[in-house]
């Protein structure tokens, strides 16, 4: 049988490389579009690459959101079966401070790909993932949230991932192009930024437990987010382009969890109880156990701190979704929880941070 051919924008981010493995994993011919950089990007598909060279398998093209031509050249050129549109400046603090840009790319950027298909009369062959998100919600108007709730967005990128949402949604009715939303829930993994917080938080968990760092800085202890695990999300992605018609799916956990019972968690992990003291920004997380004696620690000893500079303007102070349609309809079933998620990221920044450690005292 002949390979699918899958085009991915946002190849080098955290579910650009979960998607294209699991898709190298049925076989796909995965194509995706990576962005010049002064230095390399392409750490989380490197050995994707190199595992897939010899039988051009797995190949990168130059591009960028914000140029439209680029995107409707590789789009023909390509020929794709299906597109999974994941690029996009993803960060909600930073939007704050580039919030034309973030248009530019996470809603301007849907445009051009779903402009692009429509121009090449590509409408009945390509289908289109929109990578949507529950910072739709934003300013919760009911909870759990589902594919019913109405959005409330509070940053630019909100905003901006409301535009793509909608004009995906445009397009379907307008055009008949198979192009749906994934309304997906906060995912996380080992690959995940380290400046999203739990990335953050156990980088620098790891470190202090082997002596590389003194404190955590953090800032909304009482955010609550709806936290899943990358690997089981990005399949939904591809479920919905297998479903029979195009459509919107909510994917989420189901639980959440404030950033505080995060931190208190991974510290656990590498045998530290922390205690939460005090109220507001004086609040701190300070040691109330040690089970192993671990590099100058004490009991007593504060290791969190709030710093307001990672408060943001406005706030989405809690999530939590209700995949039930997704659950339904794609038979969609995540294999991790929220022990299992973090258990992998404390593991894998521990292995990171002794190494940091060995090559620190060389
Ligand atoms: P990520 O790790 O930040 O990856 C974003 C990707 O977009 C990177 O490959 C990045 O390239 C690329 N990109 C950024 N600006 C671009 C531009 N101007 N032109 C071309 N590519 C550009 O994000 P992620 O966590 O994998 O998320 C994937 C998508 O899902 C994003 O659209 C995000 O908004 C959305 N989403 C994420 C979550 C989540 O919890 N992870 C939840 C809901 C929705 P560089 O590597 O060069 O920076
Ligand atoms: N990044 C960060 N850094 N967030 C912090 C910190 C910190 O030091 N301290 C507290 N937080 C709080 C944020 O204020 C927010 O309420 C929560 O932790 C989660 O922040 P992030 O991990 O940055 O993720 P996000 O929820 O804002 O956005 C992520 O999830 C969205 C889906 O809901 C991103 O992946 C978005 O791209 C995605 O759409």
């Known amino acids: 049988m002949k390979s699918k051919i899958a085009l991915i924008t946002g190849i080098t981010g955290q579910d650009g490389a979960y998607l294209a493995e699991f898709l190298l994993s049925k076989n796909y011919i995965v194509h995706g579009i990576k962005r010049r950089s002064s230095s390399f990007n392409t750490e989380r598909i490197d050995h994707l690459f190199q595992e897939r060279s010899e039988d051009s398998t ?6 960028d959101m914000s140029d439209g031509m680029n995107i409707t050249r590789l789009i023909r050129d390509v020929n794709p079966n299906e597109i999974y549109n994941l690029a996009a400046m993803s960060h909600v603090r930073v939007s704050f401070d580039t919030p034309e840009y973030t248009a ?6 849907t445009l051009r790909i779903l402009e692009a298909v429509r121009l090449l009369g590509m409408e009945k062959k390509v289908k289109v993932y929109q990578a949507s998100t529950s910072e739709l919600f934003g300013k919760v108007q009911e909870t759990p949230q589902s594919e019913t709730t109405p959005f409330y967005p509070r ?37 995940r930024g380290e400046t999203f917080v739990t990335r953050k938080i156990t980088r620098a968990v790891t470190r202090i437990s082997v002596g590389l760092q003194n404190q955590l800085l953090i800032g909304n202890l009482n955010a609550k987010r709806d936290w899943g695990h990358a690997k089981d999300y990005v399949k939904s992605m591809w479920m919905m382009l297998q479903h029979d018609k195009a459509d919107d799916f909510v994917i989420a956990s189901g639980q959440n969890f404030s950033v505080r019972d995060f931190i208190i968690k991974s510290f656990k992990l590498v045998g530290i109880d922390v205690d939460f003291q005090g109220t507001g920004i004086n609040e701190t997380g300070v040691i109330t156990k040690i089970k192993n004696q671990t590099d100058g620690l004490k009991v007593g000893q504060t290791l969190v701190k709030i710093d307001p500079v990672y408060f943001r303007p406005s706030e989405v102070d809690t999530l939590l979704g209700n995949s039930n349609k997704a659950r339904t309809k794609l038979k969609w079933i995540p294999e991790y929880d929220f022990d299992s998620l973090i258990k992998e990221m404390v593991q894998s920044d521990l292995t990171l941070a002794n190494k940091e450690k060995i090559i620190k005292e060389l």
């Not at 530019?104 to 950027?109: L, M, S, T």
């Open 155 to 191: 940053s630019p990128y909100g905003v901006a991932k409301m535009y793509a949402y909608w004009i995906t949604k445009n397009y379907r009715e307008a055009y008949g192009i198979f192009a749906s939303n994934g309304i997906l829930f906060n995912h996380e993994s080992p690959m």
């Open 104 to 109: 530019n790319i996470d809603a301007i950027g």
């Open 58 to 63: 797995f190949i990168l093209h130059y591009g």
